[in-house]
């Protein structure tokens, strides 16, 4: 079993975040532990049902990362993982994202990933100031759960959308019942619906591009 026990400074950091779901289990440290490695659990295993396959995977806005760390550790995944590097406050470069105050730190994520038992040499960050440089891969799976298509539009990623996909690349966005829902963009199809478990209000829906554009 993982363990994604949390440092005294992030349970800190969560303290003065209003909207986390596991907020009322702080006085419980060994809880709210527990809580935040059954929901990423969940969470990760139902986006394996949805791309069984998916090998190489891009997560927009990863936060804390719980859910691409078992992707990488359980199923052997290659993670790229987007977010801003502010302390305190990432930041998307599009939009303030003060409600992801709980999470650690840019510069101390990959510290976190490594304590839970990631294979670092498959593990990639990509601050967002730099995201449109770097040399992606063609890969199969961009997720984003609770940040892209709710704290910010779809439509925010467009040049990744045009940067990485390839015919058979999958997309999960948060859409509904988040703080800003939006609608899927005209050139996406859905597939299908999948509940979540941290959020669960919102739910992901998984996007093929119109006509797999060619990496």
Known sequence: MINFTLTPSQRAAVRRQRSHPFKFLLDQPQEFDRVYTWSSWVDATLLRMAHPTAHKVVDIGCG???????QNIVY?????LIDGNRPGQRDSGYASADTMNHYSTWSDLPDTLQRWGCDMNRVHFIEIGSAQDFDWPMVDLVQSLQ?????????????????VNQLGTRYCFTVGGGPT???????????????TINYPQAQLA???RGGGLAH
Do not use: K, N
Not at 64 to 70: D, G, L
Not at 182 to 194: D, G, H, K, S, T
């Open 64 to 70: 804390q990362a719980a859910v691409a760390a078992i």
């Open 76 to 80: 052997g995944c290659e993670v790229y």
């Open 147 to 163: 940040s892209c298509g709710s704290h910010y539009p779809i439509g925010t990623y467009e040049w990744l959308y045009q940067r």
């Open 206 to 208: 998984v996007l093929e």
């Open 181 to 195: 829902p939006v609608e899927i963009p005209q050139e996406f199809r859905a597939l299908q619906m999948i509940p």
